[in-house]
């Protein structure tokens, strides 16, 4: 049975940092590409960022890259989400999911239908 299992959501000050995890179970973790995506208040779900399962390359939404990070970590079927100059524009609940997606094309690796399996969310709020 697969299982994503996020942790790490807070309330956190504009400008400060937080660092999500998502541990995984029930697959073959190196075999997956591994993504965190995002649902912003009133919004749909969007792509924040993915390592791919082929060439271990991470990739990134324009709105976070230079500010998040992307961590894999295999041995431990672990992705991490570490998320830097925080803005409350950031504030949403953050899914973790596994799909066999390739791919830098951001409309191609962000549509939520190229991703297989869900975790249950968590929220982070940036608020002074």
């Known amino acids: 049975q697969v299982q994503l299992v996020e942790s790490g959501g807070a309330l956190v000050k504009p400008g400060g940092s937080l660092r999500l995890s998502c541990t995984a179970s029930?697959?073959?973790?190196?075999?997956?590409?591994m993504g965190w995506f995002r649902q912003l208040p009133g919004k749909e779900r969007e792509g924040v960022s993915y390592?791919?399962?082929?060439?271990?390359?991470?990739y990134y939404a324009e709105s976070v890259r230079g500010r998040f990070t992307l961590l894999r970590i295999n041995s431990k079927n672990t992705i991490y989400l570490q998320m830097d100059n925080l803005k409350p524009e950031d504030t949403a609940v953050y899914y973790c999911?596994?799909?066999?997606?390739?791919?830098?094309?951001?409309?191609?690796?962000?549509?939520?239908?190229?991703?297989?399996?869900w975790g249950q969310g968590t929220q982070v709020t940036v608020s002074s």
């Open positions: 999911a596994r799909g066999r997606i390739i791919g830098s094309d951001y409309y191609t690796w962000a549509h939520q239908g190229n991703w297989n399996d």
């Open positions: 029930g697959f073959t973790f190196d075999d997956y590409s």
């Open positions: 390592s791919s399962w082929r060439d271990g390359r991470t």
